[in-house]
């Protein structure tokens, strides 16, 4: 499995970007999907995540009304919508996957990913 995110950038305060999810060996139709981040000198905390059987979601709640996610079967895609970004969103973005349909509970935990890709970086600044 080979994931790779893009769609960051340099966006200033309260503007948007859309970071999309590449999968290959994987398929987004099943399992579980998640958005990390890691901001400098800080933990790698989760953003949001997919149950991708039923969709179910889960996100943290500093993005809660800003971020949503969603996914394109057909691209095999998986993208991370961010409104409204504020300086601390600041950070390198990862997605990760498992092929388990994970309980709701565990759509937040790192441990719960077998499959990282690498970041993309996020800047919010004026």
């Given amino acids: 499995v080979q994931l790779q995110a893009s769609g960051g950038g340099l966006v200033q305060p309260g503007g948007s970007l859309r970071l999309s999810c590449a999968a290959s060996g994987f398929s ?19 953003v949001f995540a997919m149950r991708l059987s039923d969709r179910a979601t889960r996100y943290a709640e500093a993005v809660k009304g800003r ?15 961010m409104n409204s970004l504020k300086p601390e969103d600041t950070a390198t973005y990862y997605c990760a996957t498992s092929h388990r349909s994970w309980i709701t509970g565990a759509l937040l935990r ?16 004026s």
């Fill in 28 to 46: 987004f139709s099943g399992g579980s999907v998640g958005w990390f981040r890691q901001a400098p000198g800080k933990e790698r905390e989760a």
């Fill in 110 to 125: 790192a441990t719960s990913y077998d499959f990282w890709g690498r970041g993309t970086q996020v800047t919010v600044s």
């Fill in 67 to 81: 971020f949503t996610i969603s996914r394109d079967n057909a691209q095999n895609m998986v993208f991370l919508q």
